[in-house]
Nanobody, 120 residues
Framework: QVRLVESGGGQVQPGGSLRLSCAASGNIFAILTMGWYRQAPGKERELVATITSGGSTNYEDSVKGRFTISRDNAKTPVYLQMNSLKPEDTAVYYC??????????????WGQGTQVTVSS
C-alpha cells in the first residue's frame, strides 16, 4: 500500500504565494515520477507540473515562470511553490506518484487533494 499526504493549501489574494507539499509513504521500491494536478469546478483534471527521479521537470504552459516543482531526493516530499497566484489557479490540487513496488509493474497513486483558493 502506498499513501500520499498533501498539505499547504488555503486561501490567498491574487499575487500571493503558497507552497504545497506531498509526502509518500508505504511499500515503495522506487518513485519514478511525482507531480501535481488540479481540478477546478466543472473542469477536467489537468497536469500542473511533474518531476522525474532524475530531476527533469515539466510544467503546464499557464504556470511556467510562476510555479516551481522541486524535490531534494527520492525520500523527501515533493513541493510545489506557487507564486503570483491568479484567480484562475483556484482548484483542488492533487499529488500524483508513479510508484514501483518490488516485483510489480509501476502504479499510479493519488493524494486526497488540497484546496487552493485565490480570491480578494
Amino acid at each position: 500500500q502506498v499513501r500520499l499526504v498533501e498539505s499547504g493549501g488555503g486561501q490567498v489574494q491574487p499575487g500571493g504565494s503558497l507552497r504545497l507539499s506531498c509526502a509518500a509513504s508505504g511499500n515503495i521500491f522506487a518513485i519514478l515520477t511525482m507531480g501535481w494536478y488540479r481540478q477546478a469546478p466543472g473542469k477536467e483534471r489537468e497536469l500542473v507540473a511533474t518531476i522525474t527521479s532524475g530531476g527533469s521537470t515539466n510544467y503546464e504552459d499557464s504556470v511556467k515562470g510562476r510555479f516551481t516543482i522541486s524535490r531534494d531526493n527520492a525520500k523527501t516530499p515533493v513541493y510545489l511553490q506557487m507564486n503570483s497566484l491568479k484567480p484562475e489557479d483556484t482548484a483542488v490540487y492533487y499529488c500524483n506518484a508513479l510508484v514501483e513496488r518490488a516485483g510489480r509493474a509501476p502504479d499510479d497513486y493519488w493524494g486526497q487533494g488540497t484546496q487552493v483558493t485565490v480570491s480578494s
